[in-house]
C-alpha cells in the first residue's frame, strides 16, 4: 500500500485524515532507484527536500521509503513516534554481518537490546566504565603526540597521514577496552593461520565497514528473492566467517586467561564472570560490535575536524590561543576541556558538516503514524538522513560553510545531542561521550603542540568511504612543533 492509498484509507475509516508526503516522482516497477546511484544517497536525498519539502516519500523498487530532512520531524520519529517505528528491516548484507541484529546498534528495541545495552553501558561506555578506562585515553592522546613527533621534522618531505596513526591507535584501545591488552598477532585456529596485527584489523573493522553499504538488487524486490545473487552472498559471507574465525580466537585466548585467574578488569571479563549468561554468538557480538564502534565514527570525526582546521589557520590560531591561555606549559587533559568552548565549538561544528553517520540505519514502520502531519502507513521504510538535517537552512545559517563560531552564542555548556549526529530518543548513541573525550583531547593536543597545514588540499571528496562519511582520501598534513 503507497503512502498516498494509505492516507485515504485511514480518513475512510474515520481517522484523522493528515495529509499525504510528497512523493518524488520515478519510473515505474524501479521507482526512484535509477536517482540513487550513490550507496548512501544522503546528499541526494537533500537536494530533493529543496524541491519536496522536509519530509518527502520515495520508491526503492517494490518498497516505500519516507525521508526526513528536519529536525523537529527527526525528533518525532527518535522521540514521540519511537513506538511505531523501533524495529528494522535489515539489508542482506547487514542481516548477514549484524548476525541477524545481535547488536545493541542494530536489534529491534526489545529485551535483547536492554539486556546488550545494560552490559555495554555498564562495562563499556557509561560513567563509571569511562572513568575506568581513562588510563587507556591518556596513553592513546601520548602516543598520539609521541609519533607525531617523530614525523614532524620530515613533514615537509614525507607529508604525515593522520588517520593511519590515529586509527591504529583506536584500534589499540578497543582491544584494551575489549580483552584487556593489545594484540601483535593470532592463530586463528578455524582459519589454520597466524594473523597480524593489520589483517585482524582489516577483518574486524574495514571489511564490515564496506560490507555494510553492499547493495544486493534483491534487496529492493523482496519477491524475487527466489533467484540467487551468489557473488554477493560469497562476498558477504566470507566476510563474517572471517571475522567469527577471528573473534573465537580472541576468546579462546582471553578465556584461557580468565580461567587461569588472570582479571584485566575489561569487558570480555566482565561478561563472563558477571553479566547475565550469553550464548557464544551474544557473546561474539557483544564483543565485536565495541570494537568496529570504537575505531570509525571517533577518527572521521577527528580527521574531518584537523581537515577543517588546517585548512582554517585564523580558526586554528584562535584553538590554540584558547588552550595556551587554560593549560600554559601542562599538557592538555580530560579535565580541562570544560574550561575550552571553542574547542567544543570545533568538535560540535565538525559532527554538524561531516556528521559521520550520515543515514540512520533505515527505521521499519511496523505501524500507522504521523510525521510532520503526515501520514506515514505501516509497511513503510523510514530514512532519516541526519546529514538534511544538519544542513538545514530554518535552523543553521550558511549550512555549507564550517563554522565553530555559530556555536560560541550558547549560554550552557553544549549539549551533546545539539546538533542531529548522535541521533536521539531511546537509540540515542551509547558512546557519545567516549567519541567526545577522545576527539577532543586529541583535537586539543594536536593543535597545542603543531601548527598544521594541508600538503595538498585534495578538497572535500565528493565521495565518501565505507558506512560512515571517511574522507574517501585521508589529509595529508605538514605538521610543525610550536615553540
Ligand atoms: C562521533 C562519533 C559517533 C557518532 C557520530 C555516532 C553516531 C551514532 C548514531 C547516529 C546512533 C543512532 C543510530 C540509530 O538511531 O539507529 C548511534 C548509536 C550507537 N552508537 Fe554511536 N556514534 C559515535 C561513536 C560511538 C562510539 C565511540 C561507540 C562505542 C564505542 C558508539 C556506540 C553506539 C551504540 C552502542 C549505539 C546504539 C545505541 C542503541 O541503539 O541503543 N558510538 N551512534
Redesign the pocket.
Known sequence: MDVQTAGSAAAAFGGPAAAVAGEVPGLPIVGNLLDLKEKKPYKTFANWAETYGPIYSIKTGATSMVVINSNDIAKEA?VTRFDSIST?NLSKALKILTADKT?????D?DDY?KTV?RN?LTS??GPAALKKHRAHRDTLVENLSNQLHDLAPNSHLEAVNLRKIFQSELFTL?MK?TFGRDLESIYVGDLGITMTRDEVFQILVLDPLMGAIEVDWRDFFPYLSWIPNESFEKKIKQMYVQREAVMKALIKEHKKRIDSGENLNSYIDYLISEAQPLTENQLLMSLW???I??A???M??TEWAMYELSKHPEKQARLYDEIQSVCGSEKITEEKLCKMPYLSAVFHET?RRH???SI??L?HVHENTELGGYHVPSGTELA?N?YGCNMEREIWENPEDWKPERFLSEKEPIDLQRT?????????????M???L??CASIGRMVHEFEWRLKDDTGEDANTLGI?TQKLNPILAVIKPRD
Open positions: 527518535f528494522r547488536m545493541v546498534a542494530m536489534s528495541y537490546h545495552k555495554i563499556f561506555l578497543a577496552q560490535e565495541p570494537i564502534e570504537t570509525d565514527t571517533t572521521v570525526t559532527l556528521s559521520p553517520v540512520i540505519p527505521r532519516i541526519i542531529m549526529a548522535f541521533g536521539g530518543g531511546k537509540r540515542v548513541c551509547a558512546g557519545a567516549q567519541a567526545m577522545i576527539a560512515t
